[in-house]
């Protein structure tokens, strides 16, 4: 009787089982829409809240919408900040903790405004001509600074005759005389300069702290005194063609004076002050002018005097350091082997991780992300990342396991059988180093069996995948391919050597370390060698088609915003000023057979796999020009080719959902045509 009753338990259980997997479904396109994701938590100096920005998007505006949410850190409250409806940003706490600044923006612009977290009263404190960043409480609370851009106006070259009355002309000519006058995702820039302001906390007229024709973006940082602020910006007069370079200086608050504590070739930037007031930290390097250059956290006096470098030993980037309460170190971010880590660096350089997983704010594909925030006491808040789902909020002390705070996607992601990712590590063919990649099994894969493979190559090229969420890849899995992304060489997390292995050399041997990684995936048993297929955008597409140009083992490829030709990429980009030396020595002009051996365009010759051909109308990283060159080239050659443009997309084509869904439609599609 006892055993027939435990059989029907364990029947009963399998049942059970087999009814939940049922009920799940795969990840589909649609779900895109319902996902939501954490980002910029900031926890109050005692500790006890967070008020984080919880990002979601409007099926029916095809758009991203945010809002500030308010958390307990030990989770029993969750709450919306405010009755807004989105466009909120920025939340920052106030020294005591009674009030939280942020921004919030609608149709007719972004404004400051503070929160009374006691009475939950809130006020709009200005009326600004454009919106404002890097907002950041005074030592005493009575004032908030923040950076704005202050309208120029455009040459004039000469003055139009009057229109008669009820005339339609054309518009007016667009006049420009900057180095710099367009950037991907905003177009056209408006005439200007970024400066400084400080406003009372309890509202009042914004007072402009820098002058001059000079930039003054990113992060700043009050004196405890409250009498000075310290800032990053390149003030010399040479500042557009130096785009590298940026020095720290300091302006004093009430006679607006400005003094430069840094000076070498390179970027010094985001200066934080010691809580006890004795020495600042800031990032920056020597630039040697190469592909690719770690950034350290630098140390010096409050005069500029004793500058010295701190995290020299650990040979990766250091990002977002902020200073621990008694002054003896800094907490920070830093990639290291496809993993965004937390850590925290004593003033002697030792490092001590904390967390492994920070990331979960991109959802295209799995790059490295995330931030954190840190309080008086030692609690950091930070975004979790889970290879199965984007951002949540964690806390975590030094020495302590971290405990996930939210799960904004758990109404979703619990009903979906999502793809399992695994790291793997093999050894290069050209030198035997360790090269590292990523694999999403197809949800259900059975091991052992052998699968039709996608080979998805990262952007960048200076940048690198790790075990992240990404909507892309795990609808690629979905539709039954396994995937894997890798880190070829180029790639950040391995060090500055590794990196700066495609200093005139790209594409180079990295071609050879994706290629690699999918022989040993076929000899795993887990690729199919007759089932492969290769995609990537931008630097991905880029060696997409230097793939298929070097050998015809793909069945079909999609080539996603690439750049083609080098010179004419080069002259044509809104970042057109960056690539000489640092990428290629010299000027396309001076150094022309250099520029064509690398660019994908020699190898159309050799192209026999069916290719489509995937860029954004309003591309200007990689202009639609770069992609029709390889279009027009196939279909000359009479090689199946097809080419796909996004209307109103710009690089980040995945910026909207739907074209995020296109993408990944029409490669699918695509790939299904060559089976």
């Given at each position: 009787?006892?055993v027939?009753f ?8 399998l049942?059970n089982?087999?009814?939940?997997a049922q009920?799940?479904?795969?990840f589909?396109p649609?779900?895109v829409?319902?996902?939501e ?6 926890i109050?100096?005692d500790?006890?809240?967070i008020?984080y920005?919880?990002?979601g ?9 945010g ?10 409250v969750?709450?919306?900040l405010?009755?807004?409806?989105g466009g909120?940003?920025q ?13 919030s923006?609608?149709e007719h ?9 006691a009475s939950?009263?809130?006020a709009?404190?200005t009326?600004?001509?454009?919106g ?6 005074s030592?005493?609370?009575k004032?908030?600074?923040f950076t704005m851009?202050?309208?120029a106006?455009a040459?004039?070259?000469?003055k139009?005759?009057k229109?008669?009355?009820d005339?339609?002309w054309?518009k007016?000519?667009r ?6 006058h ?5 177009g ?8 400084i302001?400080?406003i009372p ?5 914004p007072r ?12 700043i ?5 409250g009498?000075t602020?310290?800032f ?9 063609y130096?785009?590298?370079?940026s ?5 004093n ?9 840094t000076?070498r070739?390179?970027?010094?930037f985001a ?5 006890d ?5 800031y990032?920056g ?5 190469q592909?690719y250059?770690?950034r350290?956290?630098?140390m ?5 005097e004793n ?16 200073w621990?309460?008694?002054s003896?170190g800094l907490?920070?971010m830093y990639?290291?082997?496809g ?7 004593n003033?002697n350089g030792?490092?001590?991780d904390?967390?492994d997983?920070?990331g ?8 490295a992300?995330?931030?954190?925030s840190?309080?008086i ?18 806390i975590v ?13 758990q109404d ?8 399992m ?10 030198d035997k180093r360790?090269i590292q990649?990523?694999?999403?099994y197809p ?7 052998k699968v ?6 990262h952007?960048?090229p200076i940048?690198?995948y ?6 892309e890849?795990q609808l690629?899995?979905?539709a ?8 070829p ?13 495609l ?11 994706v ?5 040993e995936?076929?000899?795993r ?8 297929y ?6 991905g597409?880029?060696m997409?088609?230097?793939i298929?140009g ?5 069945k079909a490829?999609?080539v996603?915003k690439?750049?083609m030709?080098?010179?004419?990429k080069?002259l044509?980009?809104?970042?057109y000023?960056?690539?000489a030396?640092s990428?290629?020595?010299g000027q396309?002009w001076e150094n022309?057979q250099n520029y064509w051996k690398f660019?994908p ?5 050799n ?7 995937m860029v954004?109308?309003?591309?200007l990283?990689?202009p639609p020009?770069?992609a029709?060159q390889l279009y027009h080239?196939?279909?000359?050659r009479k090689i199946e ?13 995945a910026?909207?959902?739907s074209?995020?869904i296109?993408?990944?439609?029409h490669?699918?599609a695509?790939?299904e045509k060559?089976?």
């Amino acid at each position: 009787m006892q055993v027939t009753f435990r059989l029907t338990i364990i029947i009963f259980f399998l049942f059970n089982i087999q009814l939940n997997a049922q009920a799940k479904k795969n990840f589909e396109p649609l779900d895109v829409f319902q996902l939501e994701y954490t980002g910029d938590p900031q926890i109050s100096p005692d500790g006890n809240w967070i008020v984080y920005r919880r990002t979601g998007f409007d099926i029916m505006k095809d758009a991203s919408t945010g809002s500030l949410w308010l958390l307990s850190s030990d989770g029993s409250v969750h709450r919306k900040l405010t009755s807004s409806q989105g466009g909120e940003r920025q939340g920052r706490w106030s020294p005591s903790g009674d009030r939280i600044a942020f921004v919030s923006g609608s149709e007719h612009g972004s404004e400051v405004y503070v929160y009374w977290v006691a009475s939950g009263t809130l006020a709009k404190l200005t009326q600004l001509e454009n919106g404002p960043s890097s907002v950041h409480w005074s030592p005493d609370g009575k004032s908030i600074a923040f950076t704005m851009k202050v309208n120029a106006k455009a040459p004039v070259i000469t003055k139009m005759p009057k229109k008669p009355k009820d005339a339609k002309w054309a518009k007016p000519a667009r006049i420009t005389d900057r180095l710099k006058h367009e950037a991907d995702g905003a177009g056209y820039i408006k005439p200007g300069f970024t400066h400084i302001f400080t406003i009372p906390s309890e509202g009042g007229t914004p007072r402009q702290l820098t002058s001059g024709n000079f930039n003054h973006r990113g992060s700043i940082s009050w004196a405890p005194d409250g009498n000075t602020i310290y800032f990053s910006a390149n003030r010399d007069e040479n500042w557009e063609y130096e785009f590298r370079n940026s020095e720290v200086y300091s302006v004093n608050v009430k006679s607006r004076a400005i003094s430069m504590l840094t000076n070498r070739t390179g970027p010094d930037f985001a200066p934080m002050i010691s809580p006890d007031g004795k020495h600042i930290a800031y990032r920056g390097y020597e630039d040697k002018v190469q592909t690719y250059q770690v950034r350290t956290l630098m140390m010096m006096d409050l005069d500029g005097e004793n500058k010295r470098s701190v995290s020299e030993k650990l040979d990766r980037d250091v990002d977002n350091a902020i200073w621990a309460s008694d002054s003896k170190g800094l907490y920070f971010m830093y990639n290291d082997l496809g993993l965004t880590k937390i850590g925290y660096i004593n003033l002697n350089g030792k490092v001590t991780d904390i967390v492994d997983n920070v990331g979960g704010t991109t959802l295209g594909r799995p790059y490295a992300s995330g931030s954190f925030s840190i309080s008086i006491n030692g609690k950091i808040a930070y975004t979790v990342s889970r290879s199965d789902r984007p951002a949540d909020v964690a806390i975590v002390e030094k020495g302590r396991k971290e405990t996930i705070l939210t799960y904004v996607n758990q109404d979703l992601i619990d009903y979906r059988n999502m793809g399992m990712v695994e790291e793997i590590w093999y050894k290069s063919s050209i030198d035997k180093r360790d090269i590292q990649g990523w694999v999403v099994y197809p949800p259900n894969y059975q091991k052992g069996t052998k699968v039709q493979l996608l080979v998805e190559n990262h952007g960048g090229p200076i940048l690198n995948y790790g075990d992240h969420f990404s909507a892309e890849i795990q609808l690629y899995a979905s539709a039954g391919y396994a995937v894997f992304y890798p880190n070829p060489r180029g790639s950040t997390s391995y060090g500055e050597e590794f990196g700066n292995l495609l200093f005139n050399n790209y594409p180079g041997e990295d071609y050879n370390d994706v290629m690699d990684g999918v022989d040993e995936l076929i000899k795993r048993g887990i690729a199919d060698a007759s089932k492969l297929y290769v995609t990537g955008g931008s630097a991905g597409g880029i060696m997409t088609a230097w793939i298929i140009g070097k050998n015809n083992r793909f069945k079909a490829a999609v080539v996603a915003k690439p750049v083609m030709n080098w010179i004419s990429k080069t002259l044509t980009a809104d970042n057109y000023y960056g690539y000489a030396n640092s990428r290629y020595p010299g000027q396309p002009w001076e150094n022309f057979q250099n520029y064509w051996k690398f660019s994908p365009i020699s190898l159309v010759g050799n192209v026999e796999t069916p290719t489509m051909v995937m860029v954004g109308l309003n591309d200007l990283r990689t202009p639609p020009s770069e992609a029709k060159q390889l279009y027009h080239a196939l279909k000359l050659r009479k090689i199946e080719t097809v080419l796909v443009e996004i209307p109103d997309a710009s690089h980040g084509i995945a910026a909207r959902p739907s074209n995020l869904i296109t993408k990944v439609a029409h490669t699918i599609a695509w790939f299904e045509k060559y089976k």
